[in-house]
C-alpha cells in the first residue's frame, strides 16, 4: 500500500506514516470525551457517535483521492 500512496500521491514515506500517526494522536486526547459520554448516556450514544465518524471519515477519504491535493484530504478524513 505505501508503494502505491508514494506514486500516487508524489508524496514521502513519512507523510504515509502520517496516515497511522494520526489516528493514534488523536486517539489519547478523544479518551477523555469519550469516557465522559459513556459515564454520562452509556455505551450506546458514544458508539452511534464514533461510528458516524468513522463512515464519514471513510467518505471523505474515499471521496477525496484522485483529485489533485487529495492527500490532504485524505489525512483528515
Known amino acids: ?6 506514486r500516487l500521491f508524489n508524496i514521502s514515506t513519512f507523510a504515509t506514516t502520517l496516515l ?5 494522536l488523536l486517539g ?3 479518551n477523555f ?7 454520562k448516556f452509556g455505551i450506546q450514544i458514544p458508539t ?3 461510528s458516524a465518524s468513522f ?3 471513510a467518505w471523505i477519504r474515499y471521496g477525496c483521492a484522485n483529485e489533485e491535493n487529495g492527500f490532504a ?3 483528515a478524513g
Do not use: K, Q
Not at 470525551?33 to 459515564?39: E, G, I, R, T
Open 1 to 6: 500500500m505505501t508503494p502505491l500512496m508514494i
Open 20 to 24: 497511522v500517526l494520526v489516528f493514534n
Open 28 to 30: 489519547v486526547p478523544m
Open 33 to 39: 470525551p469519550s469516557n465522559y459520554l459513556m459515564d
Open 48 to 50: 452511534i457517535i464514533a
Open 55 to 57: 463512515a464519514i471519515g
Open 73 to 75: 484530504w485524505i489525512l
